[in-house]
């Protein structure tokens, strides 16, 4: 019996796709002076992280993620340096289960008890599920010989309050990342890798606001 050529094509097809990662440059960066919070008082800090992520069309709201970014770890501990006087700081990650856990919810209120100021860092990773569905069909359909896009907006927003859960400060960057998949662009993927390019959207966004936390010397 003649096999059919068609699942050799789909096997070799997924074997040679390659991709090519671009992004946008930050919206929102802080365009005042860089200052140091010289002199400042010694602050405790509880930074609360929020890893969201929504597809338009096919999710109703965001969702909480269990991971966010690879290696957020490092990236927020190297933005934490902008900040001057943080003499102890706590993280907590916020998960989907929490609403069932009263044990996590206790340590977080105590966490911000504890702590002079609280950032709550809230990171959203947004598609839309008609581009990406549109783009993985045609790009299934030829082998992904045509080259297509599947397109993510990310928006890093902080929100800084006192002890007392007074609204101090907020701030926002936005930015957009591209990956084009295609087969032949197997050969530009080590230069345009996706994952690097998302961690510089955290990193430069993480820094900058932290940047500005610092020169408008709220924590004191």
């Not at 943080?86 to 856990?101: A, C, H, Q």
């Not at 992904?144 to 896009?149: A, G, Q």
């Not at 591209?178 to 087969?183: E, M, R, Y």
């Amino acid at each position: 019996m003649r096999r059919s050529p068609i699942l050799p094509a789909l096997l070799c097809a997924a074997l040679a796709v390659g991709c090519a990662a671009s992004r946008s440059d930050i919206e929102g960066l802080y365009t005042g002076p860089a200052a140091r919070n010289t002199g400042a008082a010694p602050v405790s800090v509880v930074f609360v992280f929020r890893h969201l992520s929504q597809q338009h069309g096919f999710d109703t709201i965001p969702k909480l993620k269990f991971e966010g970014v690879k290696d957020f770890d490092n990236l927020f501990r190297d933005a934490l340096r902008e900040i001057s006087n943080v003499s102890r700081y706590e993280t907590f990650t916020e998960l989907p289960d929490d609403v069932n856990d009263p044990k996590r919810r206790e340590k977080l209120a105590t966490a911000r008890s504890n702590a002079d100021y609280a950032v709550e860092l809230e990171l959203l990773e947004e598609s839309s599920f008609k581009q990406q569905f549109l783009s993985a069909t045609i790009s299934l359909l030829s082998l992904t010989v045509i080259p297509m896009p599947y397109d993510w907006n990310y928006t890093i927003r902080a929100d800084l309050k006192g002890k007392d859960g007074t609204l101090r400060a907020s701030y926002q960057r936005r930015a957009t990342l591209s990956d084009w998949i295609q087969t032949f662009l197997i050969f530009v993927y080590p230069f345009h890798p996706i994952e690097g390019k998302r961690e510089q959207i955290y990193s430069e966004s993480l820094l900058d606001i932290f940047r500005e936390i610092e020169s408008e010397k709220i924590l004191r």
